[in-house]
Structures are given as C-alpha cells and as structure tokens.
C-alpha cells in the first residue's frame, strides 16, 4: 500500500506544480508521470539502501531522459516536463527543519542538515545536467546529418 500513496502523492506533487507554473493543459497528465516515476526510482533505491544523495542523482537523471522524450513525443519544451518533474525530489523538508535548527540554536543540527539539503540538491543539478550530457553525445554519434 505504501508504494501506491507514493506513486499517488508523486504524480499529485509534479502535476500540482505543472498548474501552478500553468503549463499547457494537455502536458499536465505526462508531467505528472515524469515526477512519479523520478520520484518512485528515488523511493525504490533508498528502500534498497542507496544512500539519498546517489538516489537522487539517478532519479534526476531519469527525469531528464523521461523529460526529454516527452519534449521530443509532444513537440513541447524540455521545460516543461523538467521543472515540473523535479518537484518531488527537491529537499525542501530538510531545508525547512536545517533553518528552523539555526532559529533554535541548535548549531551542530543545523550545520548537518543544511550539509544534506546542499548535497540533494547539487544530486538534482548533476542529474539534470549528466543525463543533458549524454542526450546531446547521444544526438551527435547516432544523428547523422
């Protein structure tokens, strides 16, 4: 049952987000599935025991790649699967808690958690621009002009 709230929540988030960034309504459905399967990737491989930081670089990566293919399928800009995509991933959770540890003096906390939160989120960059990297050499060695 677990696995299903999270599929649910995770299309809920990025499809949300897509909304509210008022992305074209016929992209709202495949945003949502970026971020659920990003997301789901991410949960399966923490629930393995890869540590979060590797977990969220794949889970990146593959919104990249389902970004990209969706862009190329629909004729629509990479942007819009991306941003959307990436919501569910990004630590804002740990963010939160990191500055509410330095309001309440807890330094030592504080300290780690925004350590964690600046990790995730360089993850997410690397990600992002890994899985740009090899679409581009992909285009290059295979596209012949």
Known sequence: MTIVA?????FIASAGFGIIFNIPKNAI?????????????????????VDVVPATLFGAMLVSIL???????????????????????????IAYNAMRQFVENNYDLAVQLSAQAMLLA?????????????????????VRK
Do not use: H
Not at 30 to 44: D, K, R
Not at 81 to 88: A, D, L, M, Q
Not at 131 to 138: A, C, W
């Open 6 to 10: 999270q599929l649910v929540t995770s």
């Open 29 to 49: 459905i495949q945003s949502g599935l970026v971020g659920m399967f990003g997301w789901i990737l991410y949960y399966l491989l923490v629930d393995q025991g």
């Open 67 to 93: 970004s990209y293919i969706s862009a190329k399928v629909w004729k629509t800009p990479i942007i819009i699967y991306t941003v959307s995509g990436i919501i569910p991933l990004v630590p804002g959770g």
């Open 122 to 142: 360089g993850g997410i960059a690397i990600g992002l621009m890994f899985s740009e990297v090899v679409n581009q050499i992909v285009k290059k060695v295979f």
